[in-house]
């Protein structure tokens, strides 16, 4: 299966690690009851471990649930797109991606 062709959690990690509380990740899990779904729940694990605002969702196949999840990801997508633009000029914010943060969960 494609979730054993690498360490998506890994990536995730290292994206998160640079954008922090700026990134939003929303994992949408479609497949019949009994699918594993580990893949993108550690994804999401990860990514909120750096402060990243994520989420994973394993809706039944109808539209009401398809809907939900659709509206939750386009609020997800607005408020990134808000965090990551200056509302007085409508210019993107400058962001140092040099920077590495540390995970949340760190000792």
Same mark, same amino acid.
Request: aromatic share 4%.
């Given at each position: 299966?494609?979730?054993?062709?690498?360490?998506? $959690?890994?990536?995730?990690? #290292?994206v998160a690690s640079?954008?922090?509380?700026? *990134? !939003?990740?929303?994992?949408?899990?479609? =497949?019949?009851?009994?699918?594993?779904?580990?893949?993108?729940?550690?994804?999401?694990?990860?990514?909120?471990?750096?402060? $990243?605002?994520?989420?994973? #969702?394993?809706?039944?196949?109808?539209?009401?649930? *398809? !809907?939900?999840?659709?509206?939750?990801? =386009?609020?997800?997508?607005?408020?990134?797109?808000?965090?990551?633009?200056?509302?007085?000029?409508?210019?993107?914010?400058?962001?140092?991606?040099?920077?590495?943060?540390?995970?949340?969960?760190?000792?």
């Amino acid at each position: 299966k494609p979730s054993d062709q690498g360490e998506f $959690a890994e990536k995730m990690g #290292s994206v998160a690690s640079k954008s922090g509380r700026r *990134l !939003s990740v929303a994992c949408i899990g479609m =497949a019949e009851d009994g699918e594993d779904f580990s893949t993108l729940d550690e994804m999401v694990d990860e990514a909120t471990s750096y402060g $990243a605002i994520a989420s994973f #969702s394993k809706p039944s196949l109808d539209a009401d649930s *398809l !809907s939900n999840i659709i509206t939750n990801l =386009a609020s997800s997508l607005t408020a990134s797109k808000t965090e990551m633009t200056n509302m007085e000029t409508g210019a993107p914010k400058k962001v140092r991606m040099d920077i590495i943060r540390e995970r949340i969960d760190a000792s």
